[in-house]
């Protein structure tokens, strides 16, 4: 379990099965003030955090703690944010592809982009992300090293599946 206290900075792990003491999280800066964290279901940690002033609800940076242990800053790698009329907030990054915080659970899921065959879509240097007035999620994404062109996405959220077209030419967002 990941504990926060309240106006102090550091983030820090309790493992009650291994009868450990508390311990500060080590991977990540304990000089900042963590407020909220989401879970996927890629047990992926997101954790949004404050560098200066404990009493602020707002978050200055992101960090996506892997279950390897790896951290990523992914404040500077989101490369769009929308909400839809549910409140869900979607958000793509640069390199890990798309994810949505649910506005009833407020857990963080890593949102599958597949074709329709069901093969994964590869979501890279996405961003121009809009919702359609049919729901549907829109947005633009490079193709894998070694292509040439990009891809124009059209993507559902309830069945994860998408659409796209092909361009010849590189896109940038």
Not at 48 to 75: F, K, M, N, R, W
Not at 117 to 144: E, H, T, V
Request: aromatic share 10%.
């Amino acid at each position: 379990m990941y504990l926060a206290i309240v106006n102090s900075p550091g983030l820090f792990l309790y493992d009650a099965k291994l009868k450990q003491p508390i311990s500060p999280v080590e991977q990540i800066s304990n000089s900042l003030y963590y407020k909220n964290a989401w879970r996927d279901g890629k047990q992926r940690l997101l954790i949004s955090a404050q560098s200066s002033d404990p009493l602020s609800d707002l978050a200055d940076q992101y960090l996506l703690l892997e279950p390897d242990g790896q951290v990523d800053t992914i404040a500077h790698l989101i490369r769009g944010i929308v909400e839809n009329a549910h409140g869900d907030i979607y958000f793509l990054t640069q390199k890990r592809g798309l994810f949505r915080i649910n506005s009833g659970t407020e857990q963080l899921d890593t949102m599958p982009v597949l074709d329709e065959y069901g093969q994964k879509i590869p979501i890279i240097q996405a961003g121009g992300m809009i919702f359609g007035p049919d729901s549907l999620l829109y947005f633009i994404s490079s193709l894998p090293t070694g292509q040439v062109g990009g891809l124009f996405v059209c993507y559902d959220p309830t069945t994860c599946m998408a659409k796209t077209i092909k361009t010849d030419a590189s896109l940038e967002s």
